[in-house]
């Protein structure tokens, strides 16, 4: 038995406790602290509930001193702490204990992107101050999660043997997830879902277009569930049939197979479908917000995403819609045999075109803002490492990192000729769907706004000659020629008896 642990984790709520464990199965001994005496003494004795023979390898601790003498340097320490105050919180506890500047303080929770680049600059001399982003939920961090890290490279150089040994695996082959499900399990084989994302903030920026996604991704299984439902009246058992016959198909993914599961699930009260006791409100913790946030501030397009954080927030004024809903008038839905039939095909191409359409704005958007912020992302690598582990892991993100591996400098992903000659072949059914939805008042903004995005970048002449017509009419804000060389400027003088137009620059 070594002396020295390998690694401390801080933070032993459900996401740090999995990923010591998951460290553990690795052979890595684990030093852990969390200011909850009880969440540590839990995690060393599931530790050696699970493998009796892992006696020592999840070590206890109860102060940083203590950690931290017992870690091997350079030391490595995982923080699982909530984003935001609590992560310097934790920060400056360890810079009182001792830590050293060639340590590694590794953040693996939902940071905001911009406050991890500040904590690198402010910790440096203290600390290394890591980030590494986690995707997978409770599960993932038990069995595999996909991981995103990033900052200083050399750091990386320390934390990648630990980051390849836990991270989710998928066959290089097939590109098909390598599961494991057992603690004490190990997994040598396959392809790590985690690679070396680039500097400080990139990673977290890359798990919060993540999340981004992973919203519009859920909203329009959601909308194809309330068509199914609302629309063709179809029972949540036989909502769950279609689904699991989709996920056989291209729209194979996690959060397709789990929204069957939970459409079975029948309430343990009442014995109805659990789905209609849920109450329709739902919650967000922010990266999705943050992503339609930064779209905006990028002037990036992610219409799809935005409208997914809309959707929840529509949600949640349940009041206010229950009373409108007695007030606003709409068709009543009617849906012929024809179309109905139509409908259930129709929907798997429209979810199919839309989540493309959803995947390739959240790629635009990371492509962006790394343009902005000079970092070299591998948008084939980062696709790859989404196949596995992820909440948005499908086989479709095999398709994403073959379009970038074939064209790494892809302005968007509708520019690969595979998903463009998808989506123009399956556009009719896509376009039918969104119509039946409008005809019959069925709210499907995730659906549409994909449609519209699609719509949009196919359009080779935007009504936004107009609008810099009417911005250049009350503001003088000035428009270009379409027969003049671009960047020069042009002004008419509405106000003018005569009217006549000025070049300004
Ligand atoms: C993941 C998830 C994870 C978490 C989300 C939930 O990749 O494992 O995205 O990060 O479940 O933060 O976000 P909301 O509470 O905002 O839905």
Same mark, same amino acid.
């Given at each position: ?92 506890? &360890? ?11 590794? $953040?693996?929770?939902? %940071? ?6 500040? @904590? ?14 986690? !995707? ?91 068509? &199914? ?15 699991? @016959? ?17 459409? @079975? ?55 206010? @819609? ?88 892809? $302005?968007?992903?509708?520019? $690969? ?30 659906? %549409? ?45 509405? !106000? ?10």
């Amino acid at each position: 038995m070594k002396n020295f642990a390998d690694i401390g984790v801080i933070g032993l709520g459900v996401m740090g406790k999995n990923l010591a464990l998951n460290i553990v199965d690795n052979g890595y001994k684990v030093a852990a602290f969390d200011l909850d005496a009880e969440k540590v003494s839990a995690a060393e004795q599931q530790a050696l509930n699970e493998v009796p023979a892992r006696e020592q390898m999840l070590q206890g601790h109860d102060s940083m001193q203590g950690l931290l003498q017992s870690l091997s340097k350079p030391r490595l320490l995982l923080l699982s702490v909530p984003a935001g105050k609590p992560v310097d919180g934790v920060c400056q506890a &360890l810079i009182e204990a001792g830590i050293e500047a060639d340590d590694i303080v590794i $953040d693996t929770g939902n %940071s905001l992107w911009t406050d991890t680049i500040a @904590r690198e600059q402010h910790y440096r001399g203290q600390f290394v101050f890591f980030s590494s982003a986690v !995707s997978g939920g409770e599960v993932g961090a038990r069995f595999g999660p996909s991981l995103m890290p990033s900052g200083d490279r050399a750091a990386w150089d320390h934390i990648a043997p630990i980051w390849q040994a836990i991270a989710a695996k998928v066959d290089s082959h097939s590109g098909q997830p390598l599961e494991r499900s057992q603690p004490g399990e190990i997994n040598t084989a396959g392809e790590p879902c985690t690679t070396y994302i680039g500097p400080a903030g990139s990673g977290h920026y890359v798990k919060m277009v993540h999340n981004g996604i992973e919203y519009a991704d859920m909203q329009l299984i959601c909308e194809a569930y309330q068509i &199914l439902h609302q629309g063709l009246g179809l029972a949540e058992n036989e909502i769950a049939a279609v689904f699991e @016959r989709w996920n056989q198909g291209e729209l194979n993914s996690y959060l397709m197979e789990i929204s069957a599961e939970v459409l @079975r699930q029948h309430d343990p009260l009442t014995g109805k479908p659990l789905v209609s006791m849920i109450l329709d409100k739902a919650g967000q913790k922010g990266t999705g917000l943050w992503t339609a946030v930064s779209s905006l501030q990028m002037g990036c397009p992610a219409p799809t995403i935005a409208e997914a954080v809309y959707a929840r927030a529509m949600s949640t004024q349940k009041g206010l @819609r229950m009373q409108l809903s007695g007030q606003l008038a709409g068709p009543e839905i009617q849906v012929d045999d024809v179309t109905r039939s139509e409908l259930i095909d129709g929907l798997e191409a429209a979810l199919y075109c839309a989540k493309v359409s959803a995947y390739a704005q959240g790629f635009q958007l990371m492509a962006m803002t790394a343009k902005e912020q000079g970092w070299q992302l591998d948008f084939a690598a980062i696709a790859r490492i989404w196949r596995a582990g992820c909440i948005i892991r499908a086989g479709f993100l095999q398709t994403i990192t073959d379009a970038y591996h074939a064209a790494p400098a892809l $302005d968007n992903l509708l520019q $690969d000729k595979h998903f463009a000659d998808a989506l123009s072949q399956q556009q009719p059914k896509w376009r039918k769907v969104v119509a039946v939805a409008v005809l019959n008042g069925i709210s499907v903004p995730c659906i %549409s706004s994909a449609l519209a995005y699609y719509d949009g970048f196919r359009t080779k002449v935007l009504p936004a000659n107009l609008l810099q017509g009417q911005r250049d009419f009350f503001g003088a804000h000035t428009f270009e020629r379409t027969d003049k060389p671009t960047g020069e400027k042009y002004h008419l003088n509405w !106000s003018l008896p005569q009217r006549s137009l000025i070049k300004v620059g």
